[in-house]
């Protein structure tokens, strides 16, 4: 069971990171998320979160990010390996249940599924 945790290596925390990211990694977009994905010299992929103060309180924004790291946890062999992934939410990303939040990240990584060359920088 320890294939589905979330360890502490498997999180961006720092700005910098997320900078890095930002300036240099391949985006997508959906109606409610934005993702930067930027391959990395690991073994394992890595998640990094951000949900602005335009996300409702802060019990909302939190409750979006329990989402996003919920399915990165038990999808994250199916998501490109060895990147570091960023999710930024759009407003109306805390209207939205779990099972949506999958469906529109789904998408994003299927249609990156047809096209590989789109989807990472190296």
Same mark, same amino acid.
């Given at each position: 069971?320890? *294939?589905?945790?979330?360890? /502490?290596?498997?999180? =961006?925390? !720092?700005?910098?990171? +997320? =900078?890095? $990211?930002? %300036?240099?990694?391949? /985006?997508?977009?959906?109606?409610?998320? !934005?993702?930067?994905?930027? !391959?990395? *010299?690991?073994?394992?992929?890595?998640?990094? =979160?951000?949900?602005?103060?335009? =996300?409702?309180?802060?019990? %909302? /924004?939190?409750?979006? !990010?329990?989402? $996003?790291?919920?399915?990165?946890?038990?999808?994250?062999?199916?998501? #490109?390996?060895?990147?570091? $992934?960023?999710?930024?939410?759009? #407003?109306?990303?805390?209207?939205?249940?779990?099972?949506?939040?999958? *469906?529109?990240?789904? %998408?994003? +990584?299927?249609?990156?599924?047809?096209? #590989?060359?789109?989807?990472? *920088?190296?």
């Amino acid at each position: 069971m320890s *294939n589905f945790s979330l360890k /502490r290596i498997e999180r =961006i925390k !720092k700005s910098a990171e +997320f =900078i890095i $990211i930002y %300036q240099k990694g391949a /985006r997508k977009e959906s109606r409610h998320f !934005k993702v930067a994905i930027l !391959k990395n *010299n690991l073994l394992w992929s890595r998640l990094g =979160i951000t949900v602005g103060k335009k =996300i409702g309180n802060s019990v %909302q /924004r939190n409750h979006v !990010k329990r989402r $996003i790291r919920e399915y990165f946890r038990l999808h994250k062999a199916l998501l #490109p390996s060895s990147s570091d $992934i960023v999710f930024t939410a759009k #407003p109306g990303a805390d209207h939205l249940l779990y099972i949506g939040i999958a *469906n529109e990240i789904d %998408q994003l +990584f299927v249609a990156d599924a047809h096209q #590989p060359e789109l989807h990472l *920088n190296e």
